[in-house]
Antibody, heavy 119, light 109 residues
Framework: EVQLVESGGVVVQPGGSLRLSCAASGFTFDDYAMHWVRQAPGKGLEWVSLISWDGGSTYYADSVKGRFTISRDNSKNSLYLQMNSLRAEDTALYYC????????????WGQGTLVTVSS | QSALTQPRSVSGSPGQSVTISCTGTSSDVGGYNYVSWYQQHPGKAPKLMIYDVSKRPSGVPDRFSGSKSGNTASLTISGLQAEDEADYYCCSYAGSYRVFGTGTKVTVL
């Protein structure tokens, strides 16, 4: 059974930093690209970032480019999101999502971890 | 990276059909046959309902169907049931990026 378990969400002040983690199990982690998707309270889904299976390629939404860094450790079956220069508008539930192998869609999602940016 | 446009809400009675539109551009919806749809119940993670415009994952009822014409994709729910009441989001591949729709709340009257 595929499982994605996010952690690391806390309350942080504007301008602060935070690292989110996603522990993956139930599939061959290093065969798949992975994503972070976020959802602000009461709002819709927003794609944040993508990392290729080997970590060699990364992509970001314009709203986080230059502030967030996605990475992975295939030896630990883990995905990360380093978040710097946090803003109030980054407040959201952050989901880790698995990419399907041959077609670009999200076939499994975690339950999310809540990041609140507030003074 | 502008969000795809969906109606804010649609509604229907049990047994009826509803259709949700998802309008993008030639750089996303119109440029690729990679539109997916996700169902999200309150407090839950999104669930994949349709991928590659019209394909259904195993376990998704055949009441759910997808299509695309030009820059607009659509999700149709036939034979609406109470458990279909949820938020629905489209998502398109956009050349390594992904872009979600604004979301549609489906209400079963």
């Amino acid at each position: 059974e595929v499982q994605l378990v996010e952690s690391g969400g806390v309350v942080v002040q504007p301008g602060g930093s935070l690292r989110l983690s996603c522990a993956a199990s139930g599939f061959t982690f290093d065969d798949y690209a992975m994503h972070w998707v976020r959802q602000a309270p009461g709002k819709g889904l927003e794609w944040v970032s993508l990392i290729s299976w080997d970590g060699g390629s990364t992509y970001y939404a314009d709203s986080v480019k230059g502030r967030f860094t996605i990475s992975r450790d295939n030896s630990k079956n883990s995905l990360y999101l380093q978040m710097n220069s946090l803003r109030a508008e980054d407040t959201a539930l952050y989901y880790c999502a698995k990419d399907a192998r041959w077609e670009p869609h999200f076939d499994y999602w975690g339950q999310g971890t809540l990041v609140t940016v507030s003074s | 990276q502008s969000a795809l446009t969906q109606p804010r809400s649609v509604s229907g009675s049990p047994g009826q059909s509803v259709t949700i539109s998802c309008t993008g551009t030639s750089s996303d919806v119109g440029g690729y046959n990679y539109v997916s749809w996700y169902q999200q119940h309150p407090g839950k993670a999104p669930k994949l309902m349709i991928y590659d415009v019209s394909k259904r994952p195993s376990g998704v009822p055949d009441r759910f169907s997808g299509s695309k014409s030009g820059n607009t994709a659509s999700l149709t729910i036939s034979g609406l049931q109470a458990e279909d009441e949820a938020d629905y989001y489209c998502c398109s591949y956009a050349g390594s990026y992904r872009v979600f729709g604004t979301g549609t709340k489906v209400t079963v009257l």
